[in-house]
């Protein structure tokens, strides 16, 4: 029961509980209350206020964030006339209670995007070649769906070559509780990568289990939340983790990304024909580096020519049985490129440019599947362009 301060009567207990159920870890993205993270409320006769918050580890990234924001919380209710926030560590077995609390109550590891009962759209971006803007694509698409309002993750799975956090712009670090690791965010986008583990520009050499063990270990011991779309973007090619995608996450749908030109499309084609030998859905085609338009004139020049696109989604009907779209064209723009050299997607920085556009119209199609729509509502036919 609150008491009478000099200044009128001091906060009840109640509503600084309330104010506190505000204040989500920006980790978990959770309200501390639920995550058992306030220790203690006590409140002085003069309504000062001291809050003890628990932290995840000892050296969370996040702690003055926490800090600022319960103080900033507290303060709003009314009688309070000052704040005190103390942090202590949580014990292992407040860890463990918490880990076995985000994973619904099982404290076995499990990928949770591959359960009957998930709702998350998996789509497998991938690419028969590389250079062909396959992260660039992964990055923007997610960048994109997440500003549509959609929960977004992404999986950096291309171990030799990773680039996404630079891409995304998420210069965090994955925090561990327990066995489960909180991965970073950027531009409302979770994103994991091995980028993330290792010191500097060291080189991942890995063979195949490992890298099958690095894919499960990003799918199932990082806490995702409740996605609406996670994007995985591929090395090139159809090796280990393509077959791992398979195996982990049988329900993700491919996102074949080619150029134009002939010799990628074939290339293309055949990662994308992997599906059969898989069983997995080819969700459809999109061409990147589509033309440069002029600077000067209207005029669009083809400088990887035309039609790869329309060949790839072509040659897949044929192999699988089923119709492959294409989901647009992308055409070459130099903001692109700069937007993936400083980590502000295109899509946010300059949405009306060529490519910008070009992109949410495709991460329209993509996002409004997440949200329950079918392809036909979408308009999509094996030949369209959007």
Not at 24 to 47: Q, W
Not at 68 to 76: D, F, I, M, Q, W
Not at 102 to 127: I, K
Request: aromatic share 2%; glycine share 12%; charged share 20%.
């Amino acid at each position: 029961m609150a008491t009478e301060s000099p200044t009128g009567p001091a906060p009840a207990e109640e509503a600084v509980r309330a104010a506190l159920a505000t204040v989500n870890d920006p980790e978990i993205h959770r309200p501390i209350t639920d995550l058992g993270m306030v220790k203690s409320v006590e409140i002085a006769s003069d309504g000062a206020v001291a809050v003890t918050v628990y932290l995840t580890v000892s050296g969370c990234p996040m702690r003055e964030t926490i800090t600022s924001n319960v103080r900033t919380a507290v303060e709003r209710v009314a009688g309070v006339t000052g704040v005190t926030v103390e942090l202590e560590v949580m014990s292992d077995e407040q860890r463990r209670e918490l880990a076995t609390s985000l994973r619904g109550g099982t404290a076995e590891r499990e990928v949770p995007f591959a359960q009957p009962g998930s709702l998350t759209r998996v789509y497998a971006v991938a690419s028969g070649k590389g250079g062909v803007g396959k992260s660039s694509v992964t990055v923007n698409l997610a960048a994109a769906m997440a500003a549509d309002g959609l929960k977004v993750g992404v999986v950096d799975a291309d171990i030799y070559g990773h680039s996404v956090p630079r891409m995304l712009g998420a210069d965090g670090k994955p925090t561990q509780v327990e066995n489960m690791i909180m991965p970073p965010s950027a531009h409302g986008v979770k994103v994991i990568s091995i980028g993330m583990f290792t010191p500097g520009n060291a080189p991942v050499v890995w063979r195949g289990p490992m890298l099958h063990r690095a894919l499960q270990q990003f799918l199932a011991d990082v806490y995702w939340g409740d996605l609406d779309v996670l994007l995985l973007d591929l090395p090139p090619g159809t090796g280990d983790i393509a077959i791992s995608v398979a195996q982990l996450v049988p329900n993700a749908e491919i996102l074949v990304v080619t150029t134009p030109q002939q010799a990628a499309a074939e290339v293309a084609e055949r990662a994308g024909s992997i599906a059969v030998q898989t069983h997995q859905k080819i969700v459809g085609v999109v061409e990147n580096m589509a033309g440069l338009p002029c600077p000067h004139c209207d005029e669009i020049v083809h400088v990887f020519g035309t039609g790869g696109g329309e060949r790839v989604a072509e040659g897949l009907t044929r192999t699988t049985g089923t119709q492959v779209p294409v989901l647009g064209s992308i055409p070459i723009d130099v903001r692109l490129r700069e937007g993936g050299d400083e980590g502000k997607p295109v899509v946010l920085s300059d949405p009306d440019s060529p490519a910008g556009s070009a992109i949410r119209a495709i991460a329209g199609k993509l996002g409004g599947r997440a949200r329950g729509l079918s392809g036909m509502s979408l308009g999509i036919t094996p030949r369209n362009k959007f």
